[in-house]
Antibody, heavy 115, light 107 residues
Framework: EVQLVESGGGSVQPGGSLRLSCAAS????????MSWVRRAPGKGLEWVAN????????FYVDSVKGRFTVSRDNAKNSLYLQMNSLRVEDTAVYYC????????WGQGTLVTVSS | DIQMTQSPSTLSASVGDRVTITCRAS??????LAWYQEKPGKAPKPLIY???SLESGVPSRFSGSGSGTEFTLTISSLQPDDFATYFC?????????FGQGTRVEIK
């Protein structure tokens, strides 16, 4: 069974940093594109970032480029999202997702950016 | 960016009804369109991928169709477990984008 478990969310002040982690199990992690998707309170879903199987290709939504970095450790079956220079508008539930033409989602972790 | 506009935003239906949800894209693309079901407190569940391929384990009453700028999700006979929110998502071009969701509620 595919399992994706996010961690690392919490509260941070504007300008601060957080690192999200996603522990994957139930599939061969290194075979799949992985993604981060978020949902801000009361808003729709927003794709945030993708990383290919070996980490050599990364893609970001414009609003996080230069601030967020997606990475992975295939030996640890883990996906990461380093979030720097956080803004109030980054407040959201962040989901880790496996991609193979559709997303398989984790349960999400809440990030709150507030002064 | 490809904007995905779903309609209706809310749909009231009865068990046994045939239900159709539409996603319209601001630009044409071929088939990189997925549909998901979401229930409160649970992770979204994939239903359809590549516009019309049924995800393994998903009941055959769910089907997807379309290409270009119009895509549809059809539930042939609504069941009690199907009352949920449904949304589409395109992965044809970056940034990948989602529809705003359609809530299917009990009539």
């Amino acid at each position: 069974e595919v399992q994706l478990v996010e961690s690392g969310g919490g509260s941070v002040q504007p300008g601060g940093s957080l690192r999200l982690s996603c522990a994957a199990s139930g599939f061969i992690f290194s075979d799949y594109y992985m993604s981060w998707v978020r949902r801000a309170p009361g808003k729709g879903l927003e794709w945030v970032a993708n990383i290919n199987q070996d980490g050599g290709a990364r893609f970001y939504v414009d609003s996080v480029k230069g601030r967020f970095t997606v990475s992975r450790d295939n030996a640890k079956n883990s996906l990461y999202l380093q979030m720097n220079s956080l803004r109030v508008e980054d407040t959201a539930v962040y989901y880790c997702a496996r991609w193979d033409g559709k997303f398989y989602w984790g349960q999400g972790t809440l990030v709150t950016v507030s002064s | 960016d490809i904007q995905m506009t779903q309609s209706p935003s809310t749909l009231s239906a009865s068990v046994g009804d045939r239900v159709t949800i539409t996603c319209r894209a601001s630009q044409s693309f071929s088939s990189w369109l997925a549909w998901y079901q979401e229930k409160p407190g649970k992770a979204p569940k994939p239903l359809i991928y590549k516009a019309s391929s049924l995800e393994s384990g998903v009941p055959s009453r769910f089907s997807g169709s379309g290409s270009g700028t119009e895509f549809t999700l059809t539930i042939s006979s609504l069941q009690p477990d199907d009352f949920a929110t449904y949304f589409c998502q395109q992965s044809d071009s970056y940034p990948w984008t989602f529809g705003q969701g359609t809530r299917v509620e009990i009539k």
